[in-house]
Nanobody, 117 residues
Framework: QVQLVESGGGLVQAGGSLRLSCAAS????????MAWYRQAPGKQRELVAA???????NYADSVKGRFTISEDNAKNTVYLQMNSLKPEDTAVYYC???????????WGQGTEVTVSS
């Protein structure tokens, strides 16, 4: 199994930046993809950014050019650098890992990001 712990959320003004961290533990050698999702109040959870074990990344159109997903394999940590934040980025952000040959999923507990206008 893979366990995930997020950190780095908080309150920021529009135009500001935050960096989220997701520390993975457990069967990290079996991780195929790690991703950040978010869920705003009253909305469905949506994919924000993902990074594969090979380093390929993809982003939601709404965050392209503003957010960057990266990983530090030595620390077993994935980051989400969020710049030029907008009020519509306000949400709970969740770290996700897909691992193993059956692509099981693991989720973190979520970290709240609030962007004030």
């Amino acid at each position: 199994q893979v366990q995930l712990v997020e950190s780095g959320g908080g309150l920021v003004q529009a135009g500001g930046s935050l960096r989220l961290s997701c520390a993975a533990s457990g069967s990290i050698f079996s991780i195929n993809t790690m991703a950040w999702y978010r869920q705003a109040p009253g909305k469905q959870r949506e994919l924000v950014a993902a990074i594969s074990s090979g380093g390929s990344t993809n982003y939601a159109d709404s965050v392209k050019g503003r957010f960057t997903i990266s990983e530090d394999n030595a620390k077993n940590t994935v980051y989400l650098q969020m710049n030029s934040l907008k009020p519509e980025d306000t949400a709970v952000y969740y770290c996700n890992a897909e691992y193993g040959s059956s692509w099981w999923e693991s989720w973190g507990q979520g970290t709240e990001v609030t962007v004030s206008s």
